[in-house]
């Protein structure tokens, strides 16, 4: 998943065997941290990702009752809406959403067309047990995206009908149950995933020590650096195949990366609006690295604005704006270059 | 791609602090040259340390292709799923890279699959498919068509104690099958199999076979109980019986046949290798039309992003109660078939796994594992008693990775003691003097498997 130079590497080992005596530097208690991290910004995440998916429900109830325009375009802002956590989530992809199976259910990709049609013409009952029992490609975000933005995105209300309804309904209920499994998998109320991080470095945690939660955080961020650069943006990109794109039917790909940025500012900044709260992870970088901290800052917003304007959508971009695709790619790279070679190394010494 | 700055790890034999012992590298590089250090759930995802650029990316390349999902075809993008399955991608399997978990309901069996096959052996000598369902369980369909059977399961618990009267239990997992398409047949032998990681294969595959063999004592000539038997299998590409290093019981001979078999047997795509589907003769069987479903380049980055993992160094390698672990895994002889150190050979493509110093805890060879562990069904060389000896490295990070310390072939076993108490056979012995170790020597022994 990274493409780390070799220097690091070996600086992480180094950094790893070398003099690591307590006696050497007091301990530090990183415990703030990575209680911020976790209530603040992941559970927040994850919590507001379940209200928007049952927003999304009720979208779709909606639009199957009182077929119109109107409440087309709302089921579409509300699929959307409830994109907006969950590529805000991306930046921490680790623990329940991967060990419980959970992301499959949520964002396969690509939709399995043929078996979709299938699924449509047969008679079988339609309802959120038939969907649960489903592969991924059959359900979640881009199945639900599919059926309502249609293959090339301009999909007529009159091509929509009951059978049509009953399944986005049905997969919007599967996908409810699958950010509630996620939600309640994190918080302190549900199975409580979350004090692996906050009790990092005792028994009661998967993590031998604070310093891999903090790991854990920084490389998060880096993943989803690298996927925007070099998966999301890289592959239709290059190949010149808009097939490649993900959210191709909604025109939501611009939207896709700078929320997945944001997934990295968040964690960063330890808060969901941008505001920075006291005990961020940022707060790592003391004094000595003030420098460090405003390159990061300057470079995620920088990687941001540089999606957000590619002229028109990422699809036309992809044959009209090479150039301003290429220069959005260059920014998140550069964000990710600093956040492997200078964030990471620095939190490996600890 | 980012410049990639080539570093000989190597050259650094020794790294030392004032006032303190120098720290054996080769003592905590697991994966020499490709090792990285990485305590996180990523442990298990990063390229070798040591790969060349154009290495790197087609590293890249063959990520995207070990994490994409199929569909059924005609599609535009990742045509070829099924139409008989097990998963429709590789990382459904080996999430992050690393050990599918036992799974906790019957509808989805995550990386657990069973091969079958019916007594007799195939015109190579390997097991013979049993008639209507090949030579593994497909448990998914495409829509419309049906699976070839569900899996039931049970547990018994077996309980135990040590010697100083500590009790515990083992979990004995018993499969059923209903829903079969056809019948069954009754002489079927079925192999409960649960998906390994994927991380440090390119380096068990550039070990040469002279010394995987100087480990081999098939009779057992020095009489130290341990045998050690190498596994010759088919090999597709070269039409020959080779020796066997990957599978549970060592039935695939290098990383391309085992790549493609994968996706044969588990995702239901085809290959130049092995071009015909598995439900060929089936009333699922889709006609062929499309196969292979997949090229030789696709083929060969998959293959590639399996040999150019990066191994996760061992740690805490100077903690005393660890150091101590690492002495009782010698003296109560686990060492004896978990191999500690091996010296891979000149790989002929890849300069990036010679010669590499490796902590691997392997012979790659069989072993005798007792009844208990039995799954009563062949496999070219290895008898149902028999297993490959898995490797070790990285088994620390398991839970960390993937949420779980699930463990042995059908992943039966609940944490490293379970497994360890599940040994017979040639462990007889070693298993005896595990009970007989003190509550601290054990978990002394733990702890050092944990820091793997």
Redesign the interface.
């Known amino acids: 998943m990274k493409y780390l130079k070799s220097i690091f590497v070996l600086l992480s080992i180094f950094n790893f065997i070398s003099c690591s005596k307590d006696s050497i530097k007091p301990a530090v208690d990183y415990s703030d941290v990575l209680s911020n991290s976790t209530n603040q910004v992941i559970i927040n995440t994850y919590k507001d990702l379940n209200d928007k998916s049952k927003l999304l429900l009720i979208a779709i109830d909606q639009l199957k009752s009182n077929t119109s325009t109107g409440n087309l375009e709302l089921a579409r802002l509300a699929w959307r809406n409830s994109r907006i956590p969950w590529e805000q989530s991306e930046g921490f992809l680790f623990g329940p959403v991967d060990q419980q199976g959970i992301d499959p259910s949520i964002d396969s990709w690509p939709v399995n067309v043929v078996d979709l049609d299938a699924v449509m013409a047969s008679p079988d009952v339609l309802n959120k047990t038939y969907v649960d029992a489903l592969e991924g490609t059959l359900k979640g975000f881009h199945t639900i995206e599919y059926l309502l933005f249609g293959e090339n995105g301009n999909k007529q209300l009159a091509e929509f009908n009951t059978r049509q309804f009953e399944y986005l309904s049905a997969c919007t209920q599967s996908l409810n149950g699958s950010t509630q499994q996620l939600f309640d998998a994190w918080r302190t109320e549900g199975q409580n995933f979350g004090k692996n991080l906050i009790e990092a470095g005792k028994v009661s945690s998967i993590y031998p020590s604070q310093k891999s939660a903090l790991q854990e955080l920084v490389d998060g961020m880096i993943t989803i650096a690298d996927e925007v650069a070099n998966g999301k943006i890289n592959d239709p990109f290059v190949q010149s195949d808009i097939l490649k794109e993900e959210s191709r039917f909604s025109a939501n790909s611009k939207a896709d990366f700078a929320d997945n940025i944001r997934s990295i500012k968040n964690i960063y900044l330890g808060s969901l609006d941008g505001s920075g709260s006291i005990a961020g992870f940022y707060t790592l970088l003391h004094q000595s690295k003030v420098s460090l901290h405003q390159k990061i800052v300057n470079q995620i917003e920088a990687a941001i604005a540089a999606i957000e304007s590619i002229p028109g959508t990422f699809t036309t971009a992809i044959t009209l704006n090479r150039p301003a695709i290429q220069f959005s790619q260059d920014q998140v790279r550069a964000l990710q270059l600093t956040l492997e070679s200078e964030l990471k190394p620095f939190i490996d010494t600890f | 791609?980012?410049?990639?700055?080539?570093?000989a790890?190597g050259l650094?034999c020794f790294?030392s602090?004032?006032d303190?012992d120098p720290?054996n590298?080769e003592k905590?590089?697991a994966g020499g040259s490709t090792?990285?250090?990485?305590?996180?759930?990523?442990a298990f995802?990063?390229?070798a340390?040591?790969l060349s650029p154009i290495e790197?990316q087609n590293?890249?390349r063959g990520?995207?292709a070990f994490e994409s999902?199929f569909?059924?075809?005609?599609?535009?993008?990742?045509a070829g799923?099924g139409p008989i399955f097990n998963q429709?991608s590789c990382v459904?399997c080996h999430?992050?890279n690393g050990r599918s978990?036992f799974p906790d309901s019957e509808?989805?069996l995550?990386g657990l699959l069973f091969r079958v096959s019916i007594p007799g052996i195939n015109i190579h000598g390997g097991p013979k498919p049993v008639p209507g369902f090949g030579g593994q369980l497909q448990t998914?369909a495409?829509?419309?068509k049906k699976s070839e059977v569900s899996v039931k399961m049970n547990f018994i618990e077996i309980p135990g104690s040590f010697s100083d009267g500590e009790a515990y239990s083992l979990r004995k997992p018993i499969f059923n099958f209903d829903n079969a398409y056809i019948p069954l047949p009754g002489d079927v032998m079925i192999s409960p199999r649960i998906a390994p990681p994927v991380f440090g294969l390119g380096l068990l595959e550039a070990i040469s076979v002279e010394d995987i063999l100087k480990h081999a004592d098939p009779i057992d000539l020095d009489k130290d109980g341990i045998s050690g038997k190498p596994n010759y299998c088919w090999d597709e590409l070269s039409q020959s019986l080779q020796l066997g290093r990957f599978g549970w019981k060592a039935g695939q001979p290098n990383l391309l046949q085992q790549t493609a078999a994968a996706y044969l047997d588990d995702i239901g795509v085809t290959s130049p290798l092995f071009f015909e589907e598995s439900s060929k003769h089936q009333i699922q069987y889709d006609g062929g039309m499309d196969d292979p479903e997949i090229n030789n380049e696709l083929l060969s980055l998959t293959t590639f992003y399996t040999q150019s993992l990066?191994v996760p160094?061992a740690?805490n390698q100077d903690d005393p109660e660890v150091l101590s672990g690492s002495k009782i895994f010698d003296k109560i002889a686990c060492g004896k078939c978990h191999v500690r150190n091996f010296k891979t050979g000149t790989h002929r493509e890849f300069a990036f796994l010679s010669n590499q110093h490796i902590l691997a805890f392997t012979d790659l060879l069989l072993h005798d594992m007792g009844d208990s562990l039995s799954d009563h069904r062949p496999e070219f060389e290895a008898q149902g008693n028999e297993w490959r000896t898995p490797p070790l490295w990285g088994i620390g990070l398991t839970?960390?990775v993937?949420?779980?310390s699930n463990f042995l072939h059908d992943g039966r076993a609940r944490n490293f003691q379970e497994a360890i108490l599940w040994h017979g056979g040639e462990a007889n012995q070693s298993v005896l003097n595990y009970k007989n170790l003190s509550k601290k020597e054990r978990t002394a022994l733990l702890k050092f498997l944990n820091s793997l």
Do not use: W
Request: charged fraction near 15%; aromatic fraction near 10%.
């Open positions: 791609m980012r410049i990639f700055y080539a570093v790890i650094l790294f602090c004032a303190e720290i590298l905590v590089l090792s990285v250090f990485a305590e996180f759930s990523n995802q990063f390229p340390a040591n790197l590293h890249r990520d995207v999902s569909v059924t075809a005609p599609s535009q993008i990742n799923l429709n459904s999430g992050k978990p509808n989805d995550l998914k495409v829509f419309g990066a160094v740690r839970k960390i993937n949420g779980h």
